[in-house]
């Protein structure tokens, strides 16, 4: 069923269990401004990826067994101390990882504890079964994708993942979401792509329907620069 996906089916699973969905914490970043998301954002970062990316820069962030598992309410209480932030410049939380929409189930338990006026983010690979995407989408205001690279060669040479999924979560996400809920962020991959192959993706990005575009190269850094 889950054939395509480099995560046991067992954790794709818990991730779409709707009861008393836990967020695998691997820390949590405040008062960031205009790197991920509108306004004074809050990172909060979690464990477990689909993919393997050749630059990943912290294997820890694969490892579920490596966070430490809080509540919707635990999360709440460590981040609610900038809510006046939130408010005043129309920022919130930017859910990261990691692949953020493992915790799609999530999402939705913190919508309904935090205020309104919070805008919650996500920045996801799109590497996950459809149905959560579906299920962030009822609850995240924007997402922040990278796509890594359009063409099935480069993508699958540098994550070991299946582009066909993130290119379809994409063409759902830009239909249902609408394309100024989604930003598509386009890297430059040291020894995977091309300037040339970069303008390709953005040109295939355009044509489905993408509007807002981050193209930017990825510098390589060790864990210890993070
Ligand atoms: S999508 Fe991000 S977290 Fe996942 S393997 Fe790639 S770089 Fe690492």
Request: hydrophobic share 40%; with cysteine.
């Amino acid at each position: 069923m889950w054939k395509g996906y480099l995560l046991p089916a067992t954790e794709i699973e818990s991730a779409m269990n709707m009861q008393e969905p836990m967020f695998p914490l691997l820390r949590i970043a405040r008062h960031r401004l205009g790197i991920d998301g509108q306004g004074v954002t809050t990172l909060v970062a979690g464990a477990s990826c689909p993919l393997r990316c050749k630059w990943c820069i912290n294997q820890d962030i694969l490892k579920r067994n490596a966070a430490e598992m809080i509540s919707a309410q635990e999360l709440y209480e460590r981040v609610r101390g900038d809510d006046l932030y939130f408010r005043a410049t129309g920022g919130g939380i930017t859910f990261g990882g990691g692949e953020s929409l493992l915790q799609a189930a999530f999402f939705a338990s913190f919508r309904e504890i935090c205020s309104d006026a919070w805008r919650l983010c996500a920045e996801t690979s799109l590497a996950v079964p459809q149905s959560l995407v579906e299920l962030a989408e009822q609850t995240i205001d924007e997402f922040i994708v990278d796509c890594k690279d359009m063409d099935p060669d480069i993508y699958h040479a540098y994550t070991g993942g299946d582009p066909s999924i993130m290119e379809a979560n994409l063409r759902f996400l830009i239909e249902k979401a609408g394309p100024e809920r989604v930003v598509v962020r386009v890297p430059l991959i040291p020894d995977f792509n091309t300037k040339e192959a970069q303008q390709n993706s953005i040109k295939h990005l355009k044509e489905l329907g993408v509007t807002r575009l981050d193209v930017f190269n990825y510098v390589r850094r060790t864990a210890s620069e993070k």
